[in-house]
C-alpha cells in the first residue's frame, strides 16, 4: 500500500513538471495525441503523435481500447487503432500558447468495434472554452452518413480568459449503455487567419443585424470547419498545405449544381503572395481555378453554382479565394456573388483588388441559414456585359465555416436523420459526397485539373441558366432551364446515324461520331419504355432494350428522371466513348437531352456481363477457355485505355457487371462514366476524391484519394479472383474473415490453399501450370503498393500464356493465341510483339468486325450490394 501511494505521488510530480514544461515550451510544438496509446509513434505522413494521458484531468475514469479490424481506408494506424472510452464525464486540460488568440481543435473519430463496446451505443457530447462542440453525438451514424470508417472535426475557438483549454467528454445521460470516445486530438495555436470581420453584404444578411451593420463581428464567435475546397483543383494533402497548419482541400466538383460546370485551369504563371499571408492558403490552391470558358453567348445566360448540405438554423463565414493569372487591367473580367439566391457582392474586379497579376487575395461573406433548409447555395454569374470586356467568372478556393451561437455557445447540429441515410444509399455519390465534411478524409470524386481535356470539351454540353438575380435587387429570381435544342440547334438524327449540324453544348468530335436522337425516336424504339422492355437498372437509371431504324438492336440507358445525379457521368460517357474505338470497348451509338432528359444509346451486347455468366442460377457455365478469353479482352481494353489513347484514361470502375459480352462472347469494357483522364501525369497519379464499387476499390487510392492505372489493375486483380472462384466479392454471410474475395483469396495465396477455392466447375479442368500462371498474376495485382503491381501490359502478357499454356500443355511455340506466342522460359517472339501490340490498341479501329455489330446489350445495372458509388 506505502509502494503504491509513492508511486502515485511520484506520477503526480512527474505529470505536474511535464504540464509546467510544454507550458513554457507551448511555442515549440502543438499538441498532436494519439489517444489511448502509452508510446510516441509517427502516421503515415511522417507526424509524431504523443500519448494522452498526461493532459487528463485528475480522477478520470476511462478504458483504453484498440480496435477490433483495421479498415483498409485507415491512411495510418496512428492515431486510429487505439482509442480512449470514458462511460462518464472526462476532462482533458491543454495549456494554451496564447489565450489571446483562437486555437484550432482537431478530434479524431473510428467509430470501428471495440472489445465490450457496441458503438453504435456511442452518444456523447463535448465542450470546449465553455462552448458545446457536439450534442448528443453519434460517430457511428456520421460515419455511416459519410460513408467513410473514420473522419475529422476541426473547430476553431474563440480567445480564452483562462492560460488552459478544458475540453469535456459527456456520454449522453438519456441513453442505456452509452459512452464516449475519441482516438486523437490536435490542439494547435494558430496565426491570424480570421483577421477581420466578414461582410455583411448586400442582402446576405438581411434580418440577421437590424443596426444597418455591413460587418458581422465573429472575435466571440467558435467556428466549424465544413468544407475546405481547392476549386477547379486537385486534393491538397495536409502535408502541403501550408505554414504547417495541415489542413486538407478537396476537390470542388462533386458540389457543382446542374450541368454547367466550367473549365478548371491551371495557371501558366508564378503565383506570389504580396499584400495577404501565406499561411492563408497554399500556392497549389491559388494556381488552379474554375471559370466559365471561353463561350460568351453561353455564358452571359449562365453561371456557376456549388450547393452545399449543412446544419439550419445557423450563421455561415463564407470565404473565397481569388487569384486571376490572365487579367492585366480593371474591368476586364466582371462578375457578381450570389449567397442562397441573394446578393453577396456585385461587380468583383479581382485584378481592381489586388492591382496586380497572379496576386492572391481573399474575401469573407456571412450568410445565415434558415431552420426551414439544410443547403446552402454559391453562385457567380458574369456582370453586364457594358461591365466587363470578357463574360466569364472566376474562383481559386472556397472554406466555409460555421460560426456558433454566441448567446448559447453552441455549435453543435443534429445526428444525420434514418431519412437522410437512407436518401444517400438510394441517390448515389453525389448525394452522399455532398453532405460531407471538408476536413473529414473523403474517400470519394475526381480532380477537375486531371479532366480538362473532357471538361473543354464538354463545358457547354446541357448548360442551363440557374437561378439569377435581378441585378436591380428587385428581388425577382428567373431559375429557368436553357434548351439547347431549339430549331437552330439541334441535331437531327439521320439515317447513317450521323449527326447533322454542329450541336449545342458537345464537342465538335463527339458531334461527329455520335447521333443524336430525338425524344420521339427514343420513345418509338423502347416502345413508351415500356417495363417489359427492362434489362438493367443501375445508379443512373434503368436499361432499356430498343429497335431503331427498324431492326437495329440497342440498348437505351434513361436517367432517373426525378434525380439531378448522373450530369457529370452523362457528359463523360460521351466526351469518352465519342473518341474511343475499339474492340474491347462498348460502342456508343448516340444520345438523348430533351426535355430534360439524359439518355444514351449502345449497341445490344446478347450475352450480357460477366457476372451473369459466374454465379448461382448462370446462364451457362464458361469453361477455363472462355473465361481466359473473356479476361485477356477486357485486359485488351483497359490496356488501349492506358497507353493507346491520346491520354491516359483511367477507368475507375471495372468490375464484372462492367465487362459485357457480345453474341460471339468478345469481352468489352463498359460504364465510363466515372472515367478521369488528363494530359498531365507526370506526377504518377490523379488527386481525386474516392468513387467505385466495394469490393474492387483499390485500398491505396481508398486510402490516399490519388488514382492512378495501377488501381484499375488492382479492380481487375479482384475481377480475375471473382472469375476463378465464381463468387460475389462482398458475401456478408460467409464467415468474417471470408466476407471479401480480395482478402480471403490473398489469405489462402499466403496459406498455399488457393486451389481449394476455384469454382467448383473447374475442379479437374484447368492444366496446372496455366491455373498457376492465373492466380500468379491476380495476385500480383492485389499488391497493397500500386508501385508493386504489374502494368495493365505485363497482365495481359501472363493471361496470354496462361491460355497459351492451357491449350498447349507441351508448350510448343505453336500456339493458338491470336497475339503472339510466349515460350516456356518466357522469351518472346520479337515478330510476334508488334503483331499483339497492334491488337492490343487494336489501331486499324476495327472495321473488320462489323459482323460482330448486329445484336449486343449495354452496360446493365445491378442490384448489387457493391455498387454504392
Keep these: 500500500m506505502v509502494k503504491h501511494y509513492n508511486h502515485t505521488i511520484i506520477k503526480k510530480v512527474v505529470l505536474s513538471l511535464a504540464i509546467i514544461s510544454i507550458t513554457t515550451h507551448a511555442q515549440a510544438k502543438p499538441l498532436i495525441l494519439n489517444c489511448g496509446s502509452t508510446n510516441s509513434a509517427k502516421d503515415a505522413d511522417g507526424r509524431s503523435w504523443d500519448p494522452d494521458d498526461i493532459f487528463l484531468a485528475a480522477g478520470t475514469k476511462f478504458v483504453v481500447a484498440k480496435a477490433d479490424v483495421q479498415d483498409p481506408s485507415l491512411p495510418s494506424e496512428v492515431p486510429y487503432m487505439t482509442a480512449r472510452i470514458f462511460q462518464s464525464e472526462a476532462k482533458y486540460q491543454f495549456p494554451l500558447k496564447d489565450s489571446t488568440s483562437r486555437t484550432m481543435l482537431r478530434l479524431h473519430f473510428y467509430p470501428s468495434s471495440y472489445p465490450n463496446f457496441d458503438i453504435s451505443k456511442s452518444y456523447f457530447a463535448v465542450d470546449a472554452g465553455g462552448v458545446t462542440l457536439l450534442s448528443n453525438f453519434s460517430a457511428s ?58 461582410a455583411l453584404a448586400g442582402t446576405v444578411g438581411a434580418g440577421v443585424d437590424a443596426t444597418g451593420a455591413t460587418t458581422v463581428p465573429i472575435s466571440d464567435s467558435s467556428m466549424e470547419t465544413m468544407f475546405r475546397l481547392n476549386v477547379g483543383g486537385q486534393y491538397v494533402s495536409p502535408v502541403n498545405d501550408s505554414n504547417g497548419l495541415m489542413r486538407s482541400w478537396y476537390d470542388d466538383s462533386v458540389y457543382l449544381y446542374g450541368a454547367g460546370i466550367g473549365v478548371a485551369v491551371a495557371a501558366n504563371t508564378s503565383i506570389a503572395y504580396k499584400s495577404m499571408p501565406s499561411y492563408m492558403a497554399p500556392l497549389d490552391v491559388y494556381s488552379t481555378y474554375r471559370s466559365m470558358g471561353a463561350y460568351k453567348d453561353v455564358n452571359k445566360n449562365s453561371n456557376l453554382t456549388w450547393i452545399f448540405q449543412v446544419d439550419p438554423s445557423f450563421m455561415y463565414m463564407l470565404r473565397f479565394h481569388w487569384c486571376d493569372s490572365e487579367m492585366t487591367k480593371p474591368n476586364q473580367r466582371v462578375f457578381d456573388v450570389f449567397i442562397n439566391n441573394k446578393s453577396a457582392e456585385y461587380d468583383v474586379d479581382v485584378f481592381a483588388m489586388t492591382m496586380a497579376t497572379s496576386t492572391p487575395i481573399k474575401k469573407d461573406y456571412v450568410a445565415r441559414v434558415a431552420e426551414s433548409t439544410s443547403e446552402l447555395w454559391v453562385s457567380l454569374r458574369p456582370t453586364d456585359a457594358t461591365k466587363s470586356q470578357f463574360v466569364d467568372v472566376l474562383l481559386n ?64 454540353l446541357f448548360v442551363y441558366q440557374r437561378k439569377q438575380r435581378d441585378p436591380k435587387g428587385d428581388g425577382a429570381t428567373t431559375w429557368l432551364p436553357i434548351s439547347w435544342n431549339s430549331s437552330s440547334t439541334t441535331m437531327k438524327s439521320s439515317v447513317s446515324g450521323r449527326s447533322q449540324g454542329g450541336g449545342a453544348g458537345i464537342s465538335s468530335d463527339a458531334a461527329c461520331n455520335c447521333r443524336y436522337f430525338s425524344l420521339s425516336e427514343i420513345m418509338s424504339a423502347t416502345k413508351n419504355f415500356d417495363e417489359s422492355n427492362v434489362i438493367g437498372v443501375g445508379g443512373f437509371g434503368k436499361v432499356y432494350k430498343g429497335v431503331v431504324d427498324g431492326s437495329t438492336m440497342v440498348a437505351v440507358k434513361r436517367s432517373n428522371p426525378s434525380s439531378d445525379q448522373g450530369i457529370n457521368e452523362f457528359q463523360t460517357e460521351i466526351e469518352m466513348l465519342s473518341r474511343l474505338r475499339h474492340r474491347h470497348l462498348v460502342s456508343l451509338i448516340g444520345f438523348c437531352e430533351d426535355n430534360g432528359e439524359m439518355i444514351l444509346v449502345y449497341d445490344y451486347m446478347g450475352q450480357g456481363t460477366l457476372r451473369e455468366h459466374l454465379y448461382k442460377g448462370n446462364k451457362i457455365v464458361l469453361s477455363w477457355k472462355q473465361r481466359l478469353e473473356i479476361c485477356i479482352g477486357a485486359a485488351r481494353g483497359l490496356h488501349y485505355l492506358h497507353t493507346g489513347a491520346r491520354y491516359t484514361i483511367i477507368h475507375r470502375d471495372v468490375k464484372t457487371t462492367n465487362i459485357l459480352l457480345d453474341d460471339k462472347w468478345v469481352a468489352k469494357m463498359s460504364d465510363f462514366g466515372l472515367s478521369k483522364t488528363g494530359p498531365d501525369m507526370n506526377k504518377g497519379h490523379v488527386s481525386t476524391v474516392v468513387k467505385g464499387s466495394f469490393g474492387y476499390l483499390d485500398p491505396e487510392y481508398f486510402r490516399r484519394q490519388q488514382l492512378t492505372e495501377k488501381s484499375d489493375v488492382y479492380s481487375f486483380g479482384v475481377v480475375l479472383f471473382e472469375v476463378l472462384c465464381a463468387r460475389p466479392v462482398l458475401n456478408p454471410s460467409l464467415p468474417k474473415e471470408q466476407v471479401s474475395l480480395a482478402d480471403w483469396a490473398l489469405r489462402c495465396a499466403r496459406n498455399g490453399t488457393l486451389e481449394d477455392i476455384i469454382d467448383p466447375q473447374l475442379q479437374g479442368k484447368v492444366g496446372q501450370e496455366s491455373l498457376k500462371k492465373f492466380m500468379e ?39 493458338s493465341t491470336t497475339t503472339g506466342s510466349v515460350d516456356f522460359e518466357g522469351q518472346i517472339d520479337q515478330n510476334s510483339i508488334m503483331a499483339m501490340h497492334r491488337s492490343i490498341l487494336n489501331i486499324e479501329d476495327d472495321d473488320d468486325d462489323d459482323d460482330e455489330e448486329a445484336a449486343r446489350k449495354p452496360q446493365n445495372g445491378s442490384d448489387n450490394p457493391d455498387e454504392i458509388f
Excluded at 186 to 197: G, N, R, W
Excluded at 433 to 452: D, L, N
Aim: charged share 20%; hydrophobic share 40%; net charge negative.
Design 777 to 815: 498474376t491476380a495476385e500480383k495485382c492485389l499488391a497493397d503498393h500500386g508501385t508493386e503491381r504489374p502494368s495493365m501490359g505485363d497482365v495481359l502478357w501472363n493471361l496470354e500464356f496462361a491460355l497459351q499454356v492451357h491449350e498447349n500443355p507441351d508448350h510448343s511455340r505453336g500456339g
Design 141 to 198: 451514424i456520421s460515419a455511416e452518413a459519410l460513408s467513410q470508417s473514420y473522419f475529422i472535426k476541426e473547430f476553431f475557438l474563440a480567445p480564452s480568459d483562462t492560460p488552459t483549454l478544458d475540453v469535456t467528454f459527456k456520454p449522453s445521460a438519456d441513453k442505456l449503455q452509452a459512452f464516449a470516445f475519441v482516438n486523437g486530438i490536435e490542439v494547435l495555436p494558430i496565426p491570424a487567419i480570421f483577421d477581420s470581420d466578414p
Design 397 to 460: 478556393g472556397l472554406e466555409i465555416f460555421k460560426l456558433s451561437d454566441v448567446a448559447k455557445k453552441n455549435l453543435a447540429g443534429p445526428n444525420p436523420s434514418i431519412s437522410d441515410l437512407m436518401r444517400k444509399y438510394q441517390d448515389g455519390p453525389a448525394s452522399f459526397a455532398s453532405e460531407k465534411s471538408a476536413v473529414s478524409t473523403m474517400i470519394i470524386t475526381g480532380a477537375g485539373g486531371a479532366c480538362a481535356v473532357g471538361l473543354a470539351f464538354v463545358a457547354c
